[in-house]
């Protein structure tokens, strides 16, 4: 039987074509995943910046100043800003009542409620707030509960009444309420009726807690009031 020779030696240009288109691969394989780890990287280092200067909102508590507030109704009112505080302030009973609630930004934004008892009348409270030159009231109610906002181009007021009967009724004589009052310092998110609604939210919040405090009974309180777009 015939032995076979060895086959004809493939020429050195094929082995090095070979080996080059090899080392191309290579350098394709791994220069994209260069690439996906570079941009991975670039979006985990803009991701952590954009948190460092939006996080201070969203750290504070899912309740503000003492579980009266919904932490929502402050990111819609706010800017967002690097770092954000917030405190209660609350003192009295009857007549000395207060219960306030603040909340500050890095910013220099300052949305700020308080709620007091008064001796006022629904139709005393909202001539208190009649419209002015230049300044749109608008109004919004719920079976006792009323609200209203001044609304003008650059800043905004909101208020919040509801009757009062105090725990400390010997207190306090003549019709009795506790009226909120809640405004912006500085920048807000919205502007127009958008801030009004914002604002009435937070005072609506805040009277709801502060009746709890200082009002006997349950208060007949929906879990929020009409929209001003509804009205």
């Not at 086959?7 to 070979?18: D, V």
């Amino acid at each position: 039987m015939r032995r076979q020779g060895p086959g004809p030696a493939r020429p050195a240009g094929t082995r090095a074509a070979r080996h080059g288109g090899d080392d191309i691969r290579f350098w394709q394989t791994h220069s994209v995943k260069g690439f996906f780890a570079a941009a991975a990287i670039i979006v985990l280092v803009c991701g952590g910046l954009f948190l460092f200067f939006v996080k201070g909102l969203y750290l504070l508590p899912e309740k503000v100043c003492e579980g009266s507030v919904q932490r929502d109704v402050v990111i819609r009112t706010l800017p967002q800003a690097r770092a954000a505080d917030q405190w209660a302030h609350h003192r009295g009973r009857g007549r000395d009542f207060m219960f306030g609630c603040t909340v500050s930004t890095s910013g220099d934004s300052i949305l700020s409620g308080r709620v007091n008892l008064r001796d006022a009348s629904k139709a005393d409270w909202q001539q208190g707030y009649s419209g002015g030159p230049g300044t749109h009231v608008v109004r919004t109610s719920a079976g006792r509960v009323a609200g209203l906002a001044q609304v003008d181009a650059d800043r905004g007021v909101a208020s919040v009444y509801v009757p009062c009967e105090p725990k400390d009724a010997e207190a306090v004589t003549g019709p009795r309420a506790l009226v909120a009052e809640v405004d912006v310092a500085g920048k807000s998110k919205a502007s127009g009726v958008a801030l009004g609604q914002d604002l009435t939210d937070f005072a609506y919040q805040l009277t709801r807690h502060a009746y709890a405090l200082e009002c006997t009974g349950a208060g007949a309180f929906p879990g929020r009031l009409p929209r001003y777009e509804d009205r």
